[in-house]
């Protein structure tokens, strides 16, 4: 296993963006050693310098699923410049019945997400925290998940090395060939929408259900798929039985006037949703 100190890997539309100094450390107590990283050097070639040649394969790893059924929580961008009032959030989401919530945050600035995460991994251990895109934030927290844009899947190997076998990745996916090459690079779930129309996507149109049982057709059902966009109680029943293991909601619990409440109408569909699915299976 390859851990990172620092700045981190930052890639943003199928680039390096961190500039700075990487710490690699090798899973066996070896050396440290720093690699340069800036926008002239490939990705690859940083790879090459700090990954471990012991690190296991994508295929022969054991795959890692997010709880089932899934009800996530994506973070508004920029909720982590409010720390009180989205921890707050946080919580009321937890209590109305949330188990996974993503830092949605895309930043420069390290240590500003780095503090971030660990206040709310500290604060609610017994939800799965995953990160947006930061490699060298999500590899400094055991049991923090690493959640990828659709632009990165190609990275997911990368991100494989440079943290963990048991390390939680996923990748948002619009196509049914998006989700075959996540799934080729080991993803452990798909975020699969946008399902219906949605604030946080105007004027977008929706690739809609049919994708959703289109995916789950070309992968067999081999991987979790976790509906967005557009998702409300009324229409959480009509993504679980097209194949979704769960959803991912923002601005229907971040929007309301009690998070806790709008929550607990999510979970309550959800639950109820899923135990007719699992009925009628």
Not at 58 to 80: C, G, S
Not at 131 to 144: R, T
């Amino acid at each position: 296993m390859v851990g990172f100190v620092g700045q981190g890997l930052v890639v943003r539309d199928g680039r390096l963006r961190g500039i700075g100094l990487v710490r690699s450390r090798r899973s066996h107590g070896g050396r440290y050693g720093n690699v340069r990283i800036s926008r002239s050097r490939p990705v690859r070639a940083c790879v090459e310098a700090t990954v471990d040649d012991e690190s296991t394969s994508i295929v022969e790893r054991e795959r890692n699923k997010l709880p089932m059924p899934t009800f996530m929580f994506v973070l508004p961008q920029y909720a982590i410049n409010d720390m009180p009032t989205t921890l707050k959030m946080i919580a009321a989401a937890i209590e109305g019945g949330v188990n996974v919530v993503q830092i949605r945050e895309i930043m420069d600035n390290y240590e500003t997400l780095e503090s971030a995460v660990k206040t709310i991994v500290e604060k609610f251990p017994d939800v799965t925290v995953l990160v947006n895109s930061n490699i060298g934030v999500a590899s400094q927290f055991e049991g923090v998940g690493l959640h990828l844009p659709e632009d990165l899947c190609k990275f997911h190997s990368i991100a494989r090395e440079k943290t963990s076998d048991k390390k939680t990745i996923g990748s948002s996916v619009h196509s049914v060939p998006a989700a075959e090459r996540a799934d080729e690079n080991g993803a452990d779930y798909l975020l699969v929408g946008t399902m219906f129309e949605s604030e946080s996507h105007p004027g977008k149109s929706p690739e809609g259900i049919l994708m959703l049982k289109m995916v789950g057709r070309a992968l067999n059902s081999s991987l979790p798929m976790i509906a967005v966009g557009g998702i409300t109680p009324e229409n959480v029943s009509t993504v679980i039985e097209a194949g979704a293991s769960g959803i991912a909601v923002m601005r229907g619990i971040s929007g309301a006037e009690d998070a806790e409440d709008a929550a607990r109408a999510y979970k309550e569909a959800l639950e109820h949703s899923w135990r007719e699915m699992k009925r009628n299976a």
